[in-house]
């Protein structure tokens, strides 16, 4: 599997896809059929017969190889097949489902085959790949984006998708601060670490502002009930057509954003090898794989640590601790006061695992 990815975007606007992610399909494309189907999703989800219904779609199947050409339709396939594939599994106000029709399922694992991920909708395609800007030549920040698909009718989850579309567009300057020391030999020169340490702690503030806002324009009620049930994980479910044997995915999770990876990569912020670890490795599969080699190139540089002033140092990890905390109180305020089930739309008990990771991201100032 090889896409073909310009790595320099990465310094322009973090781990979010340039050019801007494709919000239809050409006029003449064969897949253009699948625009109409993500518009109305919202409605058919509110249906009963909804299942019934999806069962009988014929779903084109993406047949070209992967070229930087057509990588944003690709992506855009994926978004509204995933999509549809969370709506029909995790239908609100009916019993999950455990088979996934074939005309879903062989097209799904296709594409997915092709983006080197797993076959369901993961932050990539709720997120990275599912925002347009209003003004083309503004910013990618809330008030000039908006949402190219979604599960329901509800502002609410526009605003929940977007507050994190801006955060993951407010990376890009701490990736560039990063990828900027990775030119220097040995961090040789420690004003330069400073200026790149500083730089990132002032980008998380940002980020932490941001995410802030997620009570402006969410409602607990809304997020718990209306939409978050779609983005849960698939347990024991047979995909029709490739997999008769019950199987499992990781649900849609901020814990499959690179934002924090990069950041642990950097700062090397040590954490106990534990099933959170574990877990968070298992992340990986689930980003897409051009992120995953940058953080890998992000971990293989030499530590800031022995080089940086040590009050920077420490006030970029206590700027990442706390993001984290506020990540641990909307996790609270909207899951974990409403639900017996500890575990998140990851499958993971987040409540526990969060706190740990503030914890030891403190631990680690010098």
Wanted: glycine share 6%.
């Amino acid at each position: 599997m090889n896409i073909p990815v310009e790595t320099e975007y990465f310094t322009q606007r973090g781990f979010l896809p340039v050019p801007d992610p494709l919000p239809a399909f050409p006029r003449d494309s064969p897949y253009q059929i699948m625009d109409e189907w993500g518009q109305e999703l919202p409605t058919w989800l509110a249906a009963r017969e909804f299942r019934g219904n999806a069962r009988e779609l014929q779903v084109p199947v993406w047949r070209e190889a992967v070229t930087s050409g057509n990588l944003p339709q690709l992506r855009l396939y994926y978004v509204r097949l995933g999509f549809l594939a969370s709506g029909y599994i995790n239908q609100v106000g009916e019993a999950t489902a455990h088979i996934l029709p074939r005309k879903i399922a062989q097209p799904l694992c296709r594409a997915c085959g092709l983006l080197g991920r797993p076959p369901i909708l993961s932050y990539d395609g709720y997120a990275l790949y599912n925002w347009r800007r209003l003004d083309p030549t503004g910013p990618v920040a809330l008030g000039n984006i908006d949402t190219i698909q979604d599960f329901v009718h509800l502002y609410d989850e526009h605003w929940f998708i977007l507050v994190h579309v801006e955060i993951e567009a407010l990376a890009g300057r701490s990736l560039a601060a990063m990828l900027g020391l990775a030119k220097q030999d040995g961090f040789a020169d420690a004003d330069k670490v400073d200026q790149a340490v500083l730089l990132i702690t002032e980008t998380v503030d940002k980020q932490t502002r941001a995410l802030q806002r997620i009570p402006e324009k969410m409602s607990l009620d809304l997020y718990f009930k209306r939409f978050r049930p779609y983005i849960r994980f698939f347990e024991n479910v047979v995909y029709e057509g490739i997999e008769q044997s019950p199987i499992n995915f990781r649900g849609e999770t901020g814990a499959q954003s690179s934002v924090m990876a990069s950041l642990v990569a950097f700062f090397k912020i040590p954490h106990q090898a534990t099933a959170l670890t574990d877990h968070l490795a298992d992340m990986r599969r689930y980003m897409p794989v051009e992120h995953c080699a940058l953080i890998d190139r992000i971990a293989a540089m030499s530590s800031v640590r022995p080089v940086a002033n040590r009050d920077l140092f420490n006030a970029a990890l206590e700027a990442v601790a706390r993001f984290r905390e506020v990540h641990y109180e909307w996790a609270r305020r909207y899951i974990d006061d409403k639900v017996d089930d500890p575990r998140g739309t990851g499958g993971t008990p987040y409540i526990q695992w969060l706190a740990q990771l503030i914890r030891e991201t403190r631990e680690f100032c010098r």
